[in-house]
């Protein structure tokens, strides 16, 4: 100890400035180098593809959270009626006829069109079809206005459609009245909520609902957590699939996903309720 100690202290002026100059310059010397590569790399790299796929993939992934900020602006969303939602969207098109859209109110026009039956329609409105954007290109419109603008449009050009009010069976209900033309297409869409399947709903919930569900975002119910799905889960399947596919209060429908489809809301559904201590 006392001998290697005796050895420092004797190091000469020239030695201790040697090596305080070796310590700075070597990772100097290092930074450079890696500040010439990076910008060298810079100069090379050009926009390409595979970066706007990303940005896409990153934009579809934070999808949730941006509409929860959407929500957070003007919460609490009340489902407009449909003729607010036409005289908002659907106007723009429909009254003109604009690209060949059926005219506002003119019974030819919509005559076959309605002969396809509301489920057909309803399914055209949120789809798109041809000219059609989906949503009549306002997809923050839930599918309760949508199917409202629907009936609007289509009563007023002499259907007799219900729209339905914040329960979603009455778009089932309607279906028939609009007579069996609808045909193979309108019976896979039909109304009542779908059987669950909560194995196949873990992949739903961890692809979309664990946004808000997994911490409590917003005031959502928390995966797993009796205590705040209890009072949900007496409300009976039906009533709390219903709420996830057309939203309620900060839960946007489908959670914000327009891509799932109602089997998936169904599985998902399933999977909170039963993670809840609820029972199918
Ligand atoms: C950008 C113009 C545009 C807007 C906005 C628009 N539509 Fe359309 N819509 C069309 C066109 C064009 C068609 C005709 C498509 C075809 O059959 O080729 C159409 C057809 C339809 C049909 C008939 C589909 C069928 O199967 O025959 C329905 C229902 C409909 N629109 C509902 C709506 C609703 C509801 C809105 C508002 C939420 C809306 N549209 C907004 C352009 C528009
Ligand atoms: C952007 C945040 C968010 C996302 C994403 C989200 N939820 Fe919710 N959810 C909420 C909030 C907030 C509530 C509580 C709403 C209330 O009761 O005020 C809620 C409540 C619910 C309820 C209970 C409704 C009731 O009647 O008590 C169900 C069921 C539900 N969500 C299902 C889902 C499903 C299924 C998904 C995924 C497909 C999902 N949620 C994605 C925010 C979200």
Known sequence: MADSHAKMTQATPQEIII??????????????LII??????QDKHKPDTSSEAAQKATLERIKPVATLDALDANAPKVEKSGQ???EAVCTTCHTPGALGAPKFGNKSDWGPRIGQGYETLVKHA???IR???PRGGASDLSDVEVERAVAYMADAAGAKFKAPEAAAPAAAAAAPAAGAAAGAEAGASAGAAPKADPAKGKAV?????VACHGTGVAGAPKVGDKAAWGPRVSQGYATLYDHALHGIRAMPAKGGNASLSEADIANAVGYLMTQGGGKL
């Not at 090596?19 to 450079?32: D, E, Q, T």
């Not at 010439?36 to 790399?41: D, E, G, K």
């Open 84 to 86: 607010q939602v036409f």
């Open 205 to 209: 919930f961890e692809g979309t609902c």
């Open 126 to 128: 949120l789809e798109g």
């Open 19 to 32: 090596s305080v100059l070796a310590g700075l310059f070597a990772p100097l010397v290092a930074i450079i």
């Open 131 to 133: 000219q059609m954007p």
């Open 36 to 41: 010439m590569l990076i910008i060298s790399i």
